[in-house]
């Protein structure tokens, strides 16, 4: 295809795999402190604050 095509896939590629590890990350967090506290975030303190800094990380995420 050309070689700007594979610099965009290299680095769609580099984008989408630093992302699912931040996702993973965080989803797994959430399952655990939402198991452990509660799912309402009113009430679970923990959970409210984790859900806070997830959504601050996923916005603040660079594009390549």
Known sequence: MGRAFQNRKES???TSDANAKIYSKYSREIYVCAKS???DIDG???LRGLIDRAKKRSSAQPCD
């Open 44 to 46: 679970n303190l923990a």
């Open 12 to 14: 769609m590629a580099k």
């Open 37 to 39: 506290g509660g799912t």
